[in-house]
């Protein structure tokens, strides 16, 4: 079956260290991948997706993800954290034969920014 | 802001009221989609619309019912709610087909309150 896992709940990360958001999936063939947030009473906004070539991608708001295929993971990444990512984040796949509509969400990783 | 809005934002209604949802994307889309946050869950797809046609519905009970009267609005009429269907409903719209891989852009949602 498909799925996505974000395997932590809750990230915890201070002000100015790097951050990771990790997200692994289970698709057939190959897969796109993305990345949303969501702040506080707001829906959720597209970051980046991974569709084909560089397995590093850049997104919106200094983010990056890195696709690995042996790993089937595709972490979110940012250098230098601010307490304004403080959010849930929230990873989805399809598998390239797949609709739009049939993305398999992630249950969401709360990030907190701490000054 | 996105280009998708939902009004009302927050609605709370008894289990024998009949209430609407109503979404409008300003962006050109060909596809719409209602989704049901709920804490710590996946985003569960409720329903999908492509050029105006349902494309899917997950097994959702009947007492949720779409209406998609041109590709720029979409509605969720609700009666008869039980608690447990107090949530965030999320509306969605994307471009679906080729060529690209489209991504979805969110309303803010309404928080539904069933008492």
């Known amino acids: 079956a498909q799925s996505v896992a974000q395997p932590e709940d809750q990230v915890n990360v201070a002000e100015g260290n790097p951050l990771t958001v990790k997200c692994t999936y289970s698709?057939?063939?190959?897969?796109?991948l993305f990345w949303y947030v969501q702040y506080p009473n707001r829906g959720l906004q597209f970051l980046l997706k991974?569709?084909?070539?560089d397995n590093l991608v850049k997104g919106s708001y200094g983010f990056e993800a890195e696709f690995n295929k042996s790993q089937t993971s595709f972490h979110l990444k940012k250098p230098s954290a601010l307490v304004s990512d403080s959010a849930l984040y929230f990873c989805?796949?399809?598998?390239?034969?797949?609709?739009?509509?049939?993305?398999?969400w992630g249950a969401g990783t709360k990030l907190i920014i701490k000054p | 802001e996105t280009g998708v809005t939902q009004t009302p934002r927050h609605l709370v209604m008894g289990m024998t009221n009949k209430k609407s949802l109503k979404c409008e994307q300003h962006?050109?889309?060909?596809?719409m989609y209602w989704y049901k946050q709920s804490a710590k869950k996946p985003l569960e797809l409720m329903f999908v619309?492509?050029?105006?046609?349902?494309?899917e519905n997950n097994s959702v009970p009947s007492r949720f019912s779409p209406e998609c009267p041109n590709s720029s609005h979409l509605f969720l009429h609700l009666h008869t709610l039980q608690p447990e269907d107090s949530a965030l409903y999320l509306c969605?719209?994307?471009?679906?087909?080729?060529?690209?891989?489209?991504?979805?852009?969110f309303g803010p949602g309404t928080r539904l309150t069933v008492t």
């Open positions: 619309y492509s050029l105006e046609e349902r494309v």
């Open positions: 698709v057939s063939g190959n897969p796109y």
């Open positions: 989805a796949v399809r598998g390239r034969m797949d609709s739009n509509y049939q993305l398999i």
């Open positions: 962006l050109g889309h060909n596809a």
């Open positions: 991974y569709i084909t070539g």
């Open positions: 969605a719209s994307s471009q679906e087909g080729p060529p690209g891989v489209w991504e979805q852009y």
